[in-house]
T-cell receptor
Framework: GAGVSQSPSNKVTEKGKDVELRCDPISGHTALYWYRQSLGQGLEFLIYFQGNSAPDKSGLPSDRFSAERTGGSVSTLTIQRTQQEDSAVYLC???????????FGNGTRLTVT | QQQVKQSPQSLIVQKGGIPIINCAYENTAFDYFPWYQQFPGKGPALLIA?????SEKKEGRFTISFNKSAKQFSLHIMDSQPGDSATYFC????????????FGTGTRLTIIP
């Protein structure tokens, strides 16, 4: 596909369960980002991958959150022991290099019941 | 800690009018100021961006005005159309990069025919 693809588009889970969110960036893009968008809020930076460098995890809100990027392409954001405050839209973006335009996916809407 | 304050929260303008959305920042290290447009159910899309060495940038009907001394920047939409109805986010970052963008809380713009 031409754009950033995220799956699933919607996820409903029970409090305490683990969830995995997937992001397929645009082919050839070296930089990949995860952001979280809560209702009525702006986007909150979570984590950033650049090539083979160690990711910048400084935005992850707790140790229940982790992310990996395999083979410099697909990324998975994992949230363990989900809480109700984790409910949000999780957005993935990619860019050719760090200072080229960001391309966002349509997000995964996570609802924790 | 909100480092980018965006106003208004919502805005209704008649077709052909010029909506203006304002953002103010605190961190003087910010040197890259993009604006994103987001339609319901979609990820944000880069609209226009400015760096602090210029006071104004135009792309089509969209103009950014930048006031470095006041630490403020604004988006103007000329000849607004109903298709411009969307949520607009300002953002800022350091080192001219996309990582760790700090976003405003968004402005929901409605253009009425």
């Amino acid at each position: 596909g031409a754009g950033v693809s995220q799956s699933p588009s919607n996820k409903v889970t029970e409090k305490g369960k683990d969830v995995e969110l997937r992001c397929d960036p645009i082919s050839g893009h070296t930089a990949l980002y995860w952001y979280r968008q809560s209702l009525g809020q702006g986007l909150e930076f979570l984590i950033y991958f650049q090539g083979n460098s160690a990711p910048d995890k400084s935005g992850l809100p707790s140790d229940r959150f982790s992310a990996e990027r395999t083979g410099g392409s697909v990324s998975t954001l994992t949230i363990q022991r989900t809480q109700q405050e984790d409910s949000a839209v999780y957005l993935c973006a990619s860019s050719l290099v760090r200072n080229s335009p960001l391309h966002f996916g349509n997000g995964t809407r996570l609802t924790v019941t | 800690q909100q480092q980018v304050k965006q106003s208004p929260q919502s805005l209704i303008v008649q077709k052909g009018g010029i909506p203006i959305i304002n953002c103010a920042y605190e961190n003087t290290a910010f040197d890259y100021f993009p604006w994103y447009q987001q339609f319901p159910g979609k990820g944000p899309a880069l609209l226009i961006a400015i760096r602090p060495d210029v006071s104004e940038k135009k792309e089509g009907r969209f103009t950014i005005s930048f006031n470095k001394s006041a630490k403020q920047f604004s988006l103007h939409i000329m000849d607004s159309q109903p298709g411009d109805s969307a949520t607009y986010f300002c953002a800022a970052s350091t080192d001219f990069g996309n990582e760790k963008l700090t976003f405003g809380t968004g402005t929901r713009l409605t253009i009425i025919p």
